[in-house]
């Protein structure tokens, strides 16, 4: 297991539990304890997590764990779920883009497109985000016009949210709205842990002739504090593989198309 991996794994203890005992944590991660005692120290150095004599308990941080220790969870099915929408990506096409890592994986594969990269001089996508890191990612490729809302950063996702953020989505019409998103549920929709980034991500929707909802096959059936969209303003969704039918089910019976990515 690598090291971001035993990160994500160690934060999901704590907040499961409120502590991490070190031998336990060794035990479940099959590492050794000096292994996790160094893990742990990193952690209570970046102040996400507090240590005690042997383990750690929780931090008074969010445990919507911050992206940089996301980027490890199912990370081939997000990239697969990256590339299937990158290919529904039209040239010239108008795409709104809101933070997180799978989103993150479709900027990418999006900004890697061999037919926009051959387009020549002026930009053949333009993407508008609210994502810092989707942002710099995409800003050497001259392929594609970058336009970045306004607004107060958050740490956890790189999202900017607030007045200055809405003002610009406000402004721009979208041919299409990527929306990743923390759990989707038939009955509550789209959802976020963060009211801020769900309000932002809500109006970017708004602002779409169409809207895609990417989320791996374990946010399924399940809801997150704060609403995005209600289903039937989803039109497509992108998951992984390895969604069961009986998840799938009901959202196709609700007139959203599922890809299987």
């Known amino acids: 297991m690598k090291r971001p991996e035993r990160w994500n794994a160690l934060l999901e203890l704590l907040a499961r539990d409120g502590r991490v005992d070190l031998e336990q944590a060794a035990a479940e991660l099959a590492v050794s304890t000096a292994t996790i005692r160094r893990d742990l120290d990193e952690l209570a150095r970046q102040q996400m997590l507090t240590r005690t004599r042997g383990g750690a308990v929780a931090h008074n941080v969010s445990y919507d764990l911050p992206l940089r220790y996301k980027t490890a969870r199912r990370a081939s099915e997000k990239q697969r779920i990256g590339a299937a929408v990158a290919r529904m990506v039209d040239p010239g096409a108008i795409v709104g883009l809101n933070g997180g890592t799978t989103t993150t994986e479709a900027a990418r594969a999006i900004g890697t497109r061999a037919?926009?990269?051959a387009a020549g001089g002026a930009p053949a996508v333009t993407i508008v985000t609210n994502a810092l890191n989707i942002a710099s990612e995409l800003a050497v490729r001259p392929q594609i016009k970058i336009v970045l809302t306004g607004g107060v950063a958050r740490p956890q996702s790189f999202e900017?949210?607030?007045?200055?953020?809405?003002?610009?989505?406000?402004a721009v019409s979208l041919d299409v709205a990527v929306i990743g998103v923390d759990a989707l549920d038939l009955t509550q929709g789209a959802t976020a842990h963060h009211e801020g980034e769900a309000s932002i991500n809500h109006l970017m929707a708004r602002r779409a002739e169409r809207v895609i909802v990417v989320a791996d096959s374990t946010k399924l059936g399940h809801r997150a504090f704060a609403r995005i969209c209600a289903i039937d303003e989803i039109d497509v969704l992108v998951t992984d593989t390895g969604a069961p039918d009986e998840l799938v089910a009901p959202f196709t019976e609700a007139g959203i198309r599922v890809v299987r990515a």
């Open 115 to 117: 037919d926009l990269a």
């Open 160 to 170: 900017l949210m607030g007045p200055l953020a809405t003002g610009v989505l406000d």
